[in-house]
Nanobody
């Protein structure tokens, strides 16, 4: 069983920056695909950024060029650096780990951290 603990959310003004971090317990962190999702009020949860076990990254179009996802397998952490934030980035952000192995799917979510972008 994997547990994920997020930190780093808060209130920031438009144009500001935040860094979200997610610490994972358990084993085999390096094998997981890690991702950050967000859910704004009244909207569905959506993928923001992901990083594969090999370090390949993917980003949603609205955050390309502004957000950077990274992972540290030695520390079992995944981070999301968010720059030039806009009110449209306001949401609860969730860390996710996903692994498909031997016909099984392992999928874990953090509890979420709230990001509010407002002047």
């Amino acid at each position: 069983q994997v547990q994920l603990v997020e930190s780093g959310g808060g209130l920031v003004q438009p144009g500001g920056s935040l860094r979200l971090s997610c610490a994972a317990s358990g084993n085999d962190f390096s094998f997981y695909v890690a991702g950050w999702y967000r859910q704004a009020p009244g909207k569905q949860r959506e993928l923001v950024a992901g990083v594969s076990s090999r370090g390949n990254t993917t980003y949603a179009d609205p955050v390309k060029g502004r957000f950077t996802i990274s992972r540290d397998n030695a520390k079992s952490t995944v981070s999301l650096q968010m720059n030039n934030l806009t009110p449209e980035d306001t949401a609860v952000y969730y860390c996710n780990l996903n692994l498909r192995r031997f016909g099984m799917t392992y999928n874990y979510w953090g509890q979420g951290t709230r990001v509010t972008v407002s002047s």
